[in-house]
């Protein structure tokens, strides 16, 4: 602990410029950007060697090291084993504990929980249908400015570590938690502007939209909720083209990897299948629509065990045919989303 903190105190007075090598002899380098008043700089090279991607992220006296870990090949899973850690050190606030001091780690703070579900929410949606490749990505605080909250900057280097792993990540993203003093918007709040904010908004989006919204409000109108998240999308743009930038320079390769999908005639029999039968019927509120999607899940296994039983046993197909219906489920929910 001692010597990664002395490590942080050289990065921080600039000491580290000749006193580290890449071991792959790669150089270090970083780019730097306007964002809300402040620079924010992405450094690559200078330490997470071992990983696939990681970058350090600097903003005010705010250092952040986001790291990602890939897998080779995919797993057997249902689902894309996507996990997001942030981590908070007490050294980043200046707190170093004396030998008594316990230091193995403890488990994560419920404010870490809540911030690496956070930066999940805006990431997870951008890697295909499909994919199975294991990924990790773990966002480290390593020094804290205390005039704001670290957690969007967080983000920022959790996407950033991604851009550089060369997988099918469609973004960068890129976060901010607005506020609104003296009926104005303003991101990176001091604590005492927190207190006296109406407005506590989180957004986070890519570069053609917003892909995730977080409020609690003072009973402010709807007008406002809009126009917070306007001037967020439009003030989060320049974190989004300095990730592009450093992409660029960095140049990845791109990762070789298989879609783990349904056959396409078992999709087009599901799809063929749930046609008529979802639409109106599950715009219902959550509870009721997730009893309904129940039902018309057991109606579809049934009718596939039936009409498959002479060609093959159903229960080695079962999960085939019902991540088709799940996609079935999800082309329709969408389309209702944005057609009807």
Not at 42 to 60: K, W
Not at 154 to 170: E, K, R
Not at 256 to 264: A, K, Q
């Amino acid at each position: 602990m001692q010597s990664l903190h002395l490590l942080l105190f050289c990065y921080k007075k600039g000491a580290l410029n000749m006193s580290i090598i890449n071991p792959s002899g790669k150089e270090i380098f970083s780019v730097t950007t306007d964002f809300c008043g402040r620079p924010l700089t992405l450094e690559v090279n200078r330490v997470g060697f071992r990983t696939t991607g990681s970058v350090l992220v600097r903003y005010g006296d705010t250092v952040v090291l986001g790291s990602a870990q890939v897998g080779s090949r995919p797993v057997t899973l249902d689902y894309f084993p996507l996990s997001i850690d942030y981590e908070e050190k007490f050294y980043a606030a200046g707190k170093i504990s004396g030998s008594r001091f316990i230091k193995r780690e403890g488990r994560p703070s419920d404010d870490a929980v809540l911030v690496g579900r956070l930066i999940d929410r805006p990431i997870r949606p951008l890697f295909p249908k499909g994919y199975r490749q294991e990924v990790q990505v773990v966002a480290t605080v390593l020094s804290m400015d205390p005039a704001f909250r670290p957690d969007v900057i967080a983000m920022i280097a959790a996407s950033s570590a991604l851009m550089l792993t060369g997988t099918p990540f469609d973004g960068p993203v890129a976060g901010l938690r607005v506020g609104r003093v003296n009926g104005e918007f303003k991101a990176f709040l001091t604590p005492e502007e927190r207190a006296a904010s109406d407005l506590d908004l989180v957004v986070a989006g890519i570069e053609h939209g917003i892909t995730m919204v977080e409020a609690g409000a003072k009973e402010v109108s709807e007008t406002v909720i809009v126009d917070a998240m306007t001037w967020a999308h439009q003030m989060m743009q320049p974190a989004i083209r300095l990730q592009k930038e450093l992409a660029e320079k960095v140049a990845p390769v791109r990762q070789e990897y298989e879609l783990v999908l349904p056959n396409e005639t078992v999709q087009a029999t599901a799809d063929a299948w749930v046609d008529g039968k979802l639409g109106e019927k599950i715009r219902r509120p959550y509870p009721e629509r997730n009893e309904v999607v129940n039902e018309i899940r057991w109606q579809f296994h049934e009718e596939m065990a039936k009409a498959l039983d002479s060609e093959v046993d159903y229960d080695e197909v079962r999960d085939e045919y019902d991540e088709a219906f799940t996609m079935a489920l999800h082309k329709d929910v969408r389309r209702g989303i944005v057609e009807d």
